[in-house]
């Protein structure tokens, strides 16, 4: 394996092989040739300077992880030539973040920070103190991507079209559980709460953040009468919507989620 | 009370009072006249246009909260004429967060998150892979109370200035709890493992999270060797440092902290 440049930024880990990790859409599998889309070609040739037969991974959530050597066809042309497997697929949680979409810099660290998190969907809701009327979506994703590539995980969240709170929840499944963050109490603890749910270990899970402005009351109403609803305070200091989604999460796979497993990068 | 202008995006909490906070250093007590820095005044005034005799609200760490009336002296000339109080002063957390620092951004965040997750105090750590050689302590400070007046606390962490790891661990004060992050260990799940340790709840605590690249091997030989460490994993993704820190602090609030107990705002 030829030697790659580091990673910006990334950690040494010892469970964690250094160097490029891309998503791809492309099936993986031992002798397959992968075309990178042309950003990806960008940050391979012009950016990251990879030469010839240097080493990349790539994921695409449903083949694990493998190895493949970068092949210069051409100075617009690059393909993948997909070698050996590093890691196998791996079930992970079924956690959506439902959450009011806040304004432009909060809401890439919503969507970087909710996938290093383990979301597998990310749903914006249009609630009634929501204030921002238009989500961009393909800068959800490459936000979700990008942080999918760097934490390695093996797959990245989906991105779901924003729906109106009442939509939402007039179609919810009743198998899905809601840990709902509910800033009008503040009493329930949230990790007594969830060690108390652990029955529902392994279930999908959604945890839903209102907005900056809070859930209006009777949206609140409409969300508590849902069968499987478990409400939750994150104490007496009143956190932004992203603080609380970071917050919210953590705490979720700390109690029912995959931090309490041994773990297999 | 004359009615203020709403805070910007401050959610519509039944225990929070609407409207403008601001910390500061005068002692409050009714019929005192506190004098806003040039930064208050001009908020005040000409970002809020708050007139003579709107209400805003202070705290200084030490005498609770207060409500204060505008008092117009001239155009460059404001006083606040403290009235009655809102809130006594209550006991928080003791609670550090030791940190490598990180890039502009990312500092800045660390600093607004660890301020509404209730830490008493920002610690800059230099380590051998810290890439960041100086820091911005006034900005730091000016993010850490910009959010502990949006988030409703009752003090502002105080911001130390950085300290090598080595000088840091080496004057270390044995009673200080530490949790360590300490990402080669993946396997040691942070809820059970704080829980074990409720005999130290209600001691000084400190949040220790490495750089983007990782404590250095004798780094993390050092920490572990102090008395009271908790070394805990997150799970098998990899986390930014500052995703990695708010994960902690709200988990150490969610088990050890005050987000399990009856809440005064």
């Not at 990790?21 to 990879?50: D, F, K």
């Not at 959530?61 to 092949?71: F, P, T």
């Amino acid at each position: 394996m030829t030697a790659t440049p580091p990673e910006p930024d990334a950690p040494c880990n010892p469970g964690i092989l250094p160097g490029i990790r891309l998503y791809v859409e492309a099936p993986l599998a031992a002798g397959a040739t992968v075309v990178p889309s042309a950003e990806q070609h960008h940050y391979l040739r012009n950016v990251m300077r990879m030469p010839a037969g240097a080493a990349v991974r790539l994921f695409n959530g449903r083949d694990g992880e493998w190895l493949a050597a970068v092949e210069v066809r051409g100075r617009k042309d690059t393909a993948l030539a997909v070698t050996a497997r590093t890691r196998g697929q791996t079930a992970e949680p079924d956690l959506w973040l439902c959450f009011a979409p806040v304004k432009k810099a909060r809401i890439d660290f919503v969507a970087q920070k909710a996938s290093e998190l383990g979301v597998s969907a990310l749903q914006p809701v249009m609630t009634r103190h929501t204030q921002v009327a238009r989500v961009n979506l393909e800068r959800l994703r490459a936000n979700a991507v990008e942080a999918a590539e760097q934490c390695a995980r093996l797959s990245v969240p989906a991105v779901f079209p924003p729906r109106t709170l009442e939509s939402l929840i007039g179609g919810w499944p009743a198998a899905r559980h809601i840990l709902l963050l509910d800033e009008t109490q503040t009493g329930i603890p949230i990790v007594d709460t969830l060690r108390r749910r652990s029955d529902a270990r392994g279930r999908p899970w959604a945890v839903f953040v209102g907005p900056e402005g809070g859930y209006a009351p009777e949206e609140l109403d409409l969300l508590r009468r849902l069968p499987n609803v478990t409400p939750v305070g994150l104490g007496g200091r009143l956190l932004r919507a992203d603080t609380a989604a970071v917050a919210a999460l953590a705490c979720w796979q700390a109690v029912l989620g995959d931090w309490t497993a041994p773990t297999h990068r």
